[in-house]
């Protein structure tokens, strides 16, 4: 009997079979897995039936929102609303062109990156700090505040350590908030430029972004908040505690475990094998990080941003301590997102659109899943070699359990990995840098697709929007017909828009990338040479240049060059984008509808999802 990561039995009769060629490891993987294949295939299964079943509501609540329609939470929110729009003086029916639209959302993000950076250099001398950390370099703060600003939470540093309480909470969270609305907000201003016709105006920023946080990712995060509490994540305002060992640990001068050490009581030496050894460190009292998480992490799954309260991120019990607590937070990461294809279909009066976008990130997410399953439960056959690691499932885990907490397991760290990586979350459960080759090329792919499989919260459909855009133009012109969607010509102009907006995070990728490469200074930074430490230094440009923020680790980031060159990616990459895509909404909300003929393209059956596939991993 084999006692599950999730807390059943299961019996498991078979060894998995292993093979360095893929469609043998498919065929073992799925034909000789036995009892244990059916219990991972019903976890798999579940993750994503939990997810769907969740969302569709969830979309037709913020299609509601969104469209200034009455909901649950009307009574209470309402009043609010129009109390912040009379402070800030905001004109509820002010309705912006792109160019308006544009310059708001610059402007927003801007007040946010200059408060955040100067707090992070001042924090030392500001209250909310009980550890007494001090002020952060400039650079890192640049890094930093880029980082949050564009919801991409790229972390060179250790939150317990370097980062005061007061810094996280209206900081980090904050931003967490706003630039997740940000992304819906830009998402719904193109829905407007679909739905509207000859007209200009796509709505008012102002008025979105507050909408969105006060009826979508407060109530949400509030909700995740109390149930993350309830499985133990800390939530106070308490310095980092210092607790006595059980058991002492005894190490050497450079930090490396020594087994089988005994300590004298009397005299206090290590002995091992009869021997003193003179360099060691007896380490009898640990560490204990406090202070106001939950609020954090909640908010930080569910608006796709990713960055940790700790420095390991939600690997670390403080953050996610319980299988209910896992649950929870790698269901967040892709709720919105998913949902937001069904608030498309509700927004444009087609539900069969929305479907097929929904489709396509679907069926590629899937894929996904089962690559990463494939190659992190069979592992590789250098493993096993002279009975180093024992692959076999009997009455142990199996597979490749390396860098992955042994109370999640396999199953749940392998969806972790693909759910937040189809985002722009970069939020991690375990260590990508310890995963099988072909392991870690699955989430490097998935962000180099340009996080369009669900992607960010609002960035990942309006990049995918942009593949549809390409998408209909080349459909069209192989069947000699004027390219449109939802009713609306596709022209040359959207067309260029478009495809910049499909190859921004190639370009950041590229460039940032490979002139990283090219630096002396960069490479020698790397904790491992050769082919893996180029994945190291990929990985690290591939997240930065699609919004991401997950790291293989082994990468030194925290440096002048690295720390400015990846924050210039991620600007790059983010307002490029969301440039693009309100300059594609001012040109469509100008023009009329087409109306539909027996020869119009369609846009929501089978053939079309499959050239949308097709176009995405072709570009």
């Known amino acids: 009997m084999l006692e599950g990561r999730n807390g059943y039995a299961i019996r498991c009769e078979r060894h998995w079979n292993t093979s360095s060629h893929f469609t043998v490891l498919l065929y073992f993987y799925f034909a000789k897995g036995g009892p244990c294949m059916m219990n991972l295939i019903l976890q798999y299964s579940l993750y994503l039936l939990i997810l769907v079943l969740l969302a569709i509501p969830l979309g037709k609540y913020m299609g509601k929102v969104m469209n200034g329609e009455r909901v649950l939470l009307s009574t209470i929110v309402h009043p609010i609303e129009k109390s912040i729009y009379k402070l800030l003086k905001i004109e509820p029916s002010d309705d912006m062109d792109w160019k308006k639209y544009s310059a708001s959302v610059l402007f927003f993000s801007g007040i946010g990156f200059l408060f955040l950076f100067f ?47 007061l810094v996280q909470m ?20 193109l829905i407007r430029g679909f739905m509207k016709v000859k007209s200009n105006g796509l709505g008012s920023f102002w008025v979105d972004v507050t909408r969105v946080n006060l009826y979508v990712l ?35 001068e450079d930090g490396t475990l020594i087994e089988g050490a005994t300590i004298q009581v009397e005299t206090g030496e290590v002995i091992v094998d009869g021997k003193v050894v003179t360099d060691a460190q007896v380490i009898t009292e640990q560490f204990v990080p406090m202070g106001p998480a939950a609020s954090q ?51 444009i009066k087609d539900k069969k659109q929305g479907y097929a976008i929904f489709a396509t990130m679907f069926i590629l997410l899937v894929l996904a899943i089962a690559a990463l399953a494939v190659t992190e439960h069979t592992a590789t056959p250098q493993l096993s070699q002279d009975g180093l690691v024992d692959l076999s499932i009997d009455e142990q885990a199996g597979g ?75 459909a069209g012109l192989m069947v000699g017909r004027t390219p449109e969607y939802l009713g ?54 591939t997240s ?22 990846l924050g210039l990616s991620m600007v790059f990459a983010r307002f490029v984008p969301i440039f693009c895509t309100l300059a594609i909404a001012g040109s469509l909300v100008q023009k009329k509808r087409m109306a539909t003929t027996a020869g119009t393209l369609s846009t929501s059956n089978g053939l079309f999802i499959f050239l949308l596939i097709f176009v995405v991993l072709l570009v």
């Not at 931003?175 to 609305?181: D, I, L, Y």
């Not at 596709?490 to 260029?496: C, D, F, L, N, S």
């Not at 930065?544 to 060159?565: K, R």
């Open 119 to 165: 707090l992070q250099l001042m924090q030392g001398a500001l209250f909310g700090n009980p550890q007494g950390i001090s002020n952060m370099s400039w650079h890192l703060s640049f890094n930093n505040a880029i980082s949050f600003i564009t919801n991409t939470n790229w972390q060179s540093y250790t939150g317990e350590a370097q980062v005061s309480y």
């Open 170 to 189: 209206i900081g980090l969270t904050v931003q967490n908030f706003v630039s997740a609305a940000t992304g819906i907000a830009v998402l719904f201003a």
């Open 218 to 252: 407060l109530p949400i995060s509030f909700v995740i908040t109390v149930g993350l509490i309830s499985q133990g994540v800390v939530q106070n305002m308490k310095p980092a505690e210092s607790v006595q060992l059980l058991e002492p640990i005894v190490l050497h």
């Open 297 to 347: 992490i909640s908010i930080k799954q569910v608006g796709t941003n990713g960055g940790g309260f700790f420095g390991v991120n939600s690997a670390h019990p403080f953050e996610n301590p319980t299988i209910f607590s896992n649950l929870l937070e790698m269901i967040s990461i892709l709720l919105i997102p998913v949902a937001l294809c069904f608030t498309f279909g509700r927004s």
């Open 400 to 474: 490749n359990m390396e860098g992955k907490e042994s109370r999640f397991g396999i199953a749940s760290s392998v969806t972790w990995t693909a759910f937040t990586t189809a985002a722009s979350n970069g939020s991690v459960n375990g260590m990508l840098d310890s995963y099988t080759p072909l392991g870690g090329m699955v989430p490097m792919i998935l962000m180099q697709l340009g996080e369009v499989i669900f992607g960010g919260v609002g960035s990942g459909l309006y990049g995918m929007l942009s593949f549809v855009i390409l998408t209909v133009f080349i």
């Open 488 to 541: 609306k010509k596709i022209g040359p102009y959207e067309m260029k828009w478009a495809v910049l907006c499909c190859l921004a995070t190639p370009m950041a990728i590229l460039v940032s990338g490979g002139i990283a490469a090219m630096v002396p200074a960069v490479v020698n930074s790397l904790n491992d040479s050769g082919p893996h430490g180029f994945s190291e230094l990929l990985y690290a440009f």
């Open 544 to 565: 930065a240049g699609a919004n991401n923020g997950s790291a293989f680790a082994g990468f030194a980031a925290n440096t002048p060059f690295i720390n400015v060159t």
